[in-house]
């Protein structure tokens, strides 16, 4: 009898002393994110009618009746500013797949669609390019490909 009460004291000690700690680590949502939302894995962009996956730095779109995931916006919205775009937050989505929900979301949030007021969790990018000192020197020199704006189109660098 003293071992069965020993056996169970010890087994209680244990399962008191046991914690279940569960630590989700979402990812770290872009600077263009909406501040105040680092649990949320998912937004939804109505202007493009494109998510974000934070946990995956991905975007997912609709592409030939098929949904893609991609680290960069599809090119048709390349210039499309994260920053200015209204994002809208999924919080009552779990799993892989929120466009599992896109035609709630596409009638909920239409195209122009503007909730309560965001702030982005990060300063927009200054995308204006410094004069590089070598090409500032040489001027018009034939040689200078600083001016070229062939070669300075980086629009894109703002969307990750």
Known sequence: MKKLGLALMLLMSVFAHAQVSINVN???????GPEGNDESRYYYLPDIDIYYDVAQSQYIYENSGKWVRDKRLPSRYRNYDLYDGYKVVLNDYKGDSP???HKKHVTNYPKGYKGKPQKNRG?????????NKDNAKKGNSKNSKGNNSKNNDHSHDGHH
């Open 26 to 32: 979402i990812g770290t949502p872009p600077s263009w």
């Open 99 to 101: 466009y599992s929900y």
């Open 123 to 131: 300063n927009k990018p200054d995308n204006k390019q410094k004069p």
